[in-house]
Each structure stands twice: as C-alpha cells, then as structure tokens.
C-alpha cells in the first residue's frame, strides 16, 4: 500500500484546509484509514479514522466538531476537512492505513504517508 497525501499549507486561525490522501497499491487490503499528526517534540496523536467496512468514524476530542474524515472509494482518497483551525493545530499529518495482509510475521500492517505540514498562524 502507498499512501500519497496532499493539501497541507499555511492558513490563518479560524479558517480551513481539506487534506487528501490517495492510496493505491492492495487497497482492497486496508480494514481502516486515518490521520495523525504530530508537533515538533510531541508524539504521533490520531485525529480521525474510518472504516472500510461499514465507513464508521472515530475522532480525538480535539477534533470533534471542527474536523470532518471521509472517502471516496472509488478514488481510493480519505480527506480530512479541518475547519476552525486553531494555532495548536499546528503539526505535521500523516496518513495511515490499517493492511489485513500479513507481513511475513507482523498482521496486521501499518503503512504512512510521508506527510504534509500544516501551519496555522496570523
């Protein structure tokens, strides 16, 4: 799986960004897919995910109400809609996918994206 994110730049407080992330590669593989974030000298945190299944979704508390996850598995593409943007949003973000395709030893699998940085300032 190759995950491929765009849509990253710099916006000021209160306004929004939409990310993208297009996989491709053995997409029929991936059981959930999300975006984490992470700011200089802090850990990787998630910010939202779906399922591929039944599209369910799950949010930090930080981004319930002003981040929105969604897909389009025909594009094999989730994005993240990030409205509201504060200055602590401020991170890189990655994308990630959930493989059911074992590894040798190591099922499930996760794969990134090499990410894309966010910067919310005035």
């Known amino acids: 799986v190759q995950l491929v994110e765009s849509g990253g730049g710099l916006v000021q407080p209160g306004g929004s960004l939409r990310l993208s992330c297009a996989a491709s590669?053995?997409?029929?593989?991936?059981?959930?897919m999300g975006w984490y974030r992470q700011a200089p000298g802090q850990h990787r945190e998630l910010v939202a995910s779906?399922?591929?299944?039944?599209?369910?979704?799950d949010y930090a508390d930080s981004a319930k109400g002003r981040f929105t996850i969604s897909r389009d598995s025909a594009k094999n593409t989730v994005y993240l809609q990030m409205n509201s943007l504060k200055p602590e949003d401020t991170a890189s973000y990655y994308c990630?996918?959930?493989?059911?395709?074992?590894?040798?030893?190591?099922?499930?699998?996760?794969?990134w994206g090499q990410g894309t940085q966010v910067t919310v300032s005035k």
């Open positions: 990630n996918a959930v493989s059911t395709v074992c590894l040798g030893p190591v099922c499930p699998v996760n794969y």
């Open positions: 779906i399922r591929s299944g039944d599209g369910s979704t």
């Open positions: 590669g053995s997409t029929f593989s991936i059981s959930v």
